[in-house]
């Protein structure tokens, strides 16, 4: 069985405890105040950063890897004999998966897939932990690829927005949409469509954004035995309703943060389900 690496980025927000577990090997963006950069996850966390941003009323801007950090990691591990599969957050919202790809192509070889997850935060974590999963089951790198490309156009999101300003703000949606978003108790329920994020319903009150989100995700043809992300963004209210219902039909799942590159365009106050769908 050839030795695999899987090799993700700070976007794919699943507990940190879990990539370590499975030896997966996480790049950061960097998250930039001005002049001042920052590793994401690594020397700032979503808590602080959602402080400063609220205390200087700035918004800050995120970076992708760049192809000279993807192309030292790469060396490294082919060095030490491991085939590779990298797994990065949209090509329409970074950079960063392009940069992996100019790597590869810097380094001549067929011994590392790059793949555009099409998606972000904890559906591109979901992709992760299910390339890690085909890892172990002795499926080569090709084929992991291939299985990937179809896996990922079945992710599916319900994420509730109180706000959508800083979405508006970054330029990942829609100012019209940041508009309708910021009238008194509508929540936007957002999924991620053609690697972007997507207005699919608005509802009133965060109790009718719990309903809506159950009801969309138990009229879903989930796979049941798949692993559901509960992600949440300083939203205590629907992380807690959502989680409630997860526990009370016994449906397998990880609580999920919202790492500092997703926050900056989500803004607080967000919690949804990433699923995988047949």
Request: a negative charge.
């Amino acid at each position: 069985m050839e030795k695999i690496k899987i090799i993700t980025d700070s976007t794919a927000d699943i507990p940190m405890s879990i990539f370590r577990e499975k030896d997966i090997e996480v790049l950061p963006l960097l998250i930039n105040f001005g002049e001042e950069s920052y590793l994401d996850g690594v020397e700032i966390n979503p808590k602080h950063m959602f402080k400063r941003i609220e205390e200087e009323d700035v918004l800050p801007t995120t970076a992708q890897v760049t192809p000279n950090r993807f192309y030292d990691c790469f060396k490294k591990y082919l060095e030490e004999g491991y085939k590779i599969v990298s797994i990065h957050l949209s090509s329409n919202m970074s950079g960063t998966y392009q940069s992996a790809c100019i790597a590869k192509n810097m380094l001549e070889t067929e011994d590392i897939e790059v793949i555009d997850s099409q998606n972000v935060t904890s559906g591109l974590g979901l992709l992760v932990l299910k390339a890690h999963e085909l890892k172990e089951q002795g499926i080569n790198i090709h084929e992991i690829k291939e299985q990937l490309d179809i896996i990922k156009d079945k992710i599916s999101a319900s994420l509730a927005f109180e706000s959508l300003d800083n979405l508006v703000r970054g330029g990942r949606i829609s100012k019209t949409a940041g508009v309708i978003g910021s009238v008194l108790g509508i929540r936007l329920i957002l999924d991620v469509q053609d690697g972007m994020m997507a207005v699919k319903n608005k509802v009133r009150g965060s109790k009718k954004a719990i309903r809506t989100i159950i009801e969309e995700f138990e009229s879903s043809d989930r796979t049941p035995d798949e692993l559901v992300a509960l992600l949440n963004a300083e939203n205590e209210e629907i992380f807690e309703g959502l989680k409630k219902y997860l526990v009370e039909n016994n449906i397998e799942h990880i609580e999920c943060e919202v790492g500092c590159s997703v926050g900056i365009h989500s803004g607080p106050k967000a919690a949804g389900l990433f699923f995988i769908r047949k």
